[in-house]
């Protein structure tokens, strides 16, 4: 069996990581203006965790307060009884409806787009919203399963399939950045 | 990493650990939120097809799994044992084998004699939920009972749990003892001599023979039926002389000078084991029971059929 070492290149430090999440920031608010009718919905699991920092600060630059939700998508993937892992949910907490909303999906890294048609579908189940737009911290572009592309991006990076994209955040690993694992043939 | 249930089948409590019943209650708790969502249905289970197959009665476990079977988009076929085959001599396995020739991958399995859901999973190549065999194990009406307990109470260790009425023919006690105690709860049961196991307290449980002493003693009573269809002989002089000695009335719980939970798996004899008063009671949760049986049989499904073949 070959062995992998791992190389590994910081894609945004935490200087960068601010500003692009502020930048994410204004591009909503400009879109969005006062968010009376739009909610933002992170992709369990580490969704969320873009969608708690931008209702932070969006309220610290305009005063506003952004519903904000975390969805579980577990139910709609379409690789059950197709993976070794078994598919253990995490939580949702929804505490509005959907039904004629704005709805920006928001997710730290998009890549096959199979997470996003998931989230899309398990969107659909709190009723109707009047649009869904996407936002991605990474996208790591060319490398699409299905027809899906986001209205937001952080930063878009190339990557091989073999490549892994990690983001950590302040409030959950200590700093905000973002790597890129490349495995190399020692 | 979490690798999913120990066990390929829900044969009874008996056989899962207490991680298993940890990981459906945390399943289920997702599964509570989809089924109070505007629509509540999700498509985990679209390309799997599940037979209810009930060789003895029932309305609300039946109901339950049925419903359960269809948020998650199984294809579900009913069979009941009155309107079959089964009637012209044929037997359990061979009714089993050729609903499986139809391509079902998973039984739930209602029947009369105790073992048959084990002695199922042994014969045919499905994975088999217990719904009740006989006198022996009701494994998903345990877990329900339990995680109502542990919604009501934030915790099931530590909690004193009484199981009172039928014990002897109640294939709810039995699950429910061994699921109560794996979750580390204490557990009694209290009924008539006649109605009680005679070595019952070899499995660990407190043995009580008068209502009120061990009203006193629990955090949790869960009343259960007579099972009249199961008693061959008199266990007891009268209906009457039960219900004066267990039945469950207003009064008696509100000397207690504390707030129990009042449990009942259904159906229930008003009257009998509790009065209506008692069973319509803030303290009785007996409602939620039902509602939480459908997220429970949802988690059950949902992780049984991951141990299904790939695709």
């Given at each position: 069996m070959q062995s992998f070492r791992m190389a590994n290149e910081i894609i945004l430090n935490s200087k960068q990581f601010e500003l692009t999440i502020n930048r994410l920031c204004y591009q909503l608010i400009e879109n969005h203006n006062d968010f009376s009718n739009s909610a933002i919905i992170g992709l369990q699991?580490?969704?969320?965790?873009?969608?708690?920092?931008?209702?932070?600060?969006?309220?610290?630059?305009?005063?506003?307060?952004?519903?904000?939700?975390?969805?579980?998508?577990?139910?709609?993937?379409?690789?059950?009884?197709?993976?070794?892992?078994?598919?253990?949910?995490?939580?949702?907490?929804?505490?509005?409806?959907?039904?004629?909303?704005?709805v920006i999906l928001v997710d730290d890294v998009l890549y096959t787009g199979r997470t996003v048609r998931a989230g899309l579908d398990a969107t659909m189940t709190f009723g109707r919203p009047s649009s869904i737009e996407l936002m991605a911290l990474i996208d790591r572009r060319f490398s699409r399963n299905l027809p899906i592309?986001?209205?937001?991006?952080?930063k878009s990076v190339d990557t091989i399939e073999s490549e892994r994209v990690s983001v950590t955040w302040l409030e959950v690993e200590g700093e905000d950045k973002v790597i890129l694992y490349t495995p190399e043939n020692e | 990493m979490n690798n999913g249930l120990s066990t390929d089948h829900l044969l009874g409590i008996k056989?899962?650990?207490?991680?298993?019943?940890?990981?459906?209650?945390?399943?289920?708790?997702?599964?509570?939120?989809?089924?109070?969502?505007?629509?509540?249905?999700v498509p985990a289970l679209r390309d799997v097809t599940i037979a209810n197959m009930f060789f003895e009665n029932s309305t609300r476990t039946k109901l339950s799994f049925e419903l359960a079977e269809k948020r998650l988009s199984a294809d579900i076929i009913n069979f009941s044992s009155g309107a079959s085959s089964v009637s012209k001599g044929e037997t359990l396995v061979d009714t089993v084998n050729n609903i499986l020739s139809m391509k079902v991958d998973m039984v739930v399995l209602?029947?009369?004699?105790?073992?048959?859901?084990?002695?199922?999973?042994?014969?045919?190549?499905?994975?088999?939920?217990?719904?009740?065999?006989?006198?022996?194990?009701?494994p998903t009406q345990a877990l329900l009972d339990a995680y109502s307990i542990k919604e009501k109470l934030g915790e099931v260790a530590g909690k004193k749990v009484a199981i009172v009425g039928d014990i002897k023919h109640s294939r709810v006690a039995l699950?429910?003892?061994?699921?109560?105690?794996?979750?580390?709860?204490?557990?009694?049961?209290?009924?008539?001599?006649?109605l009680i196991p005679k070595h019952i307290a070899q499995l660990g449980v407190r043995v009580e023979h008068n209502l009120k002493e061990a009203l006193e003693w629990c955090d949790v009573a869960n009343m259960l039926r007579i099972q009249m269809e199961r008693q061959d002989i008199s266990y007891f002089p009268s209906i009457r002389e039960y219900t004066m000695q267990y039945g469950l009335t207003k009064k008696i719980l509100d000397g207690l000078g504390k707030n129990i939970v009042i449990m009942?798996?259904?159906?229930?004899?008003?009257g009998v084991e509790i009065t209506s008063e008692v069973a319509d009671s803030d303290q009785a949760i007996i409602l939620d029971q039902v509602e939480n049986g459908v997220a429970i049989r949802m988690a059950t499904i949902y992780l049984l059929a991951a141990k299904i073949d790939r695709v």
């Open positions: 699991p580490r969704g969320i965790y873009l969608a708690n920092r931008l209702q932070n600060v969006i309220r610290k630059k305009a005063g506003i307060e952004v519903q904000t939700g975390g969805l579980d998508i577990t139910f709609f993937r379409d690789d059950f009884r197709r993976t070794d892992r078994p598919l253990i949910p995490s939580a949702t907490n929804m505490d509005f409806v959907v039904e004629g909303k704005k592309e986001p209205n937001y991006v952080g | 056989y899962l650990t207490k991680e298993d019943i940890d990981l459906i209650f945390q399943t289920a708790d997702s599964f509570k939120g989809v089924i109070n969502r505007p629509i509540k249905k209602r029947h009369p004699i105790p073992g048959a859901a084990l002695f199922l999973s042994k014969e045919v190549d499905a994975r088999i939920i217990n719904a009740g065999d006989g006198t022996h194990e009701h699950s429910n003892i061994y699921a109560l105690q794996k979750l580390g709860a204490e557990v009694m049961v209290c009924g008539p001599t006649t009942h798996p259904g159906p229930i004899n008003r």
